[in-house]
């Protein structure tokens, strides 16, 4: 599956490496990752280590976090379901609202949903870092991408982001969204 670049680099601030990459040299534009990385996100099953890592990042309390635990290999389709039940109900949880339609197409193998909920999670979870960081961080991998020079920290905290009265994005606008292009592919 193809992910545009800054969903890429979002990833790499996650925490993910080259290893979930297809190719060596990600595209300028966008980037394939590997199909067993996809199929873990089509499976829910990644999505899970995706948003217990963000949870870290933006101290979201381990209370809202065990539905997460619940999450299973996702192998068949009745487990992808129950799998994206779970993942939803945390993101409720978070402020983050799955529009309906899009919410009975995330258990489908379905390359442009996915990567629309992926683009809206980093929209909604963006790469943040401390204020008083002095010096850029080293980058783990060394041939990642340079994501060090993002913003800074906002001064909003935890408790002001995720209240459950901060309604979040809508995923509605993703329905129709078209996939990004690797560099020197056509249309």
């Not at 635990?69 to 993942?87: A, P």
């Not at 909920?117 to 008083?132: H, I, S, T, V």
């Not at 606008?173 to 020197?184: D, F, K, V």
Request: net charge negative.
């Amino acid at each position: 599956m193809y992910v545009d670049r800054n969903i890429w680099e979002w990833l790499c601030w996650v925490g993910y490496g080259p290893d979930v990459l297809s190719v060596d040299d990600p595209g300028d534009e966008a980037v394939l990752l590997r199909p067993d990385f996809t199929e873990r996100l089509f499976r829910g099953t990644e999505f899970k280590e995706i948003l217990e890592r963000l949870s870290i990042y933006y101290e979201i309390p381990f209370s809202k976090q065990q539905v997460l635990g619940n999450i299973t290999s996702g192998e068949t389709v009745s487990q992808r379901k129950h799998n994206w039940e779970l993942i939803l109900r945390f993101m409720a949880q978070i402020g983050f609202r799955v529009d309906n339609a899009i919410a009975s197409e995330l258990s489908n193998p379905n390359e442009a949903v996915i990567r629309g909920f992926l683009g809206d999670l980093r929209e909604f979870l963006p790469e943040k870092y401390p204020e008083n960081e002095q010096e850029e961080p080293q980058r783990s991998y060394p041939d990642s991408p340079d994501i060090h020079k993002k913003a800074k920290m906002s001064e909003v905290t935890f408790h002001e982001q995720f209240m459950d009265s901060n309604p979040g994005p809508s995923t509605s606008a993703h329905l129709g969204r078209e996939q990004p292009q690797a560099r020197g592919s056509h249309r």
